[in-house]
Nanobody, 122 residues
Framework: VQLQASGGGLVQVGGSLRLSCAAS????????VGWFRQAPGKEREFVGY????????SYGNFVKGRFTIARDNAKSTVYLQMNSLKPEDTAVYSC????????????????WGQGTLVTVSS
């Protein structure tokens, strides 16, 4: 599975962005997809995941209802809707696919795409 994240950019505090993770090849529709982020000088952080069916989602503690993950298997795309953005949300956001089950650890994921930079200005 090849993944490509897009949709990042510069947004003001309190604004919204929707990131997309487009997949090609492999069995995307049977893979869970996770989002992770990494800010400069910090470790990679779990943002959230969505199961292959789309029926199960989970988010990092910092999300607090601000982000939503959805998927459209017909389009082989997963979306990360981010609302009420804060300066501390500034990071490179990456998506990853997991062939079996779901998980919150980056090392559990099998395929990774290049990230997209999100910058939240105050």
């Amino acid at each position: 599975v090849q993944l490509q994240a897009s949709g990042g950019g510069l947004v003001q505090v309190g604004g919204s962005l929707r990131l997309s993770c487009a997949a090609s090849g492999g069995s995307f529709s049977t893979s869970a997809v996770g989002w992770f982020r990494q800010a400069p000088g910090k470790e990679r952080e779990f943002v959230g995941y969505i199961s292959a069916s789309g029926l199960s989602t989970s988010y990092g503690n910092f999300v607090k209802g601000r982000f939503t993950i959805a998927r459209d298997n017909a389009k082989s795309t997963v979306y990360l809707q981010m609302n009420s953005l804060k300066p501390e949300d500034t990071a490179v956001y990456s998506c990853a696919a997991k062939a079996r089950g779901v998980g919150i650890g980056a090392d559990e994921y099998d395929y990774w795409g290049q990230g997209t930079l999100v910058t939240v200005s105050s």
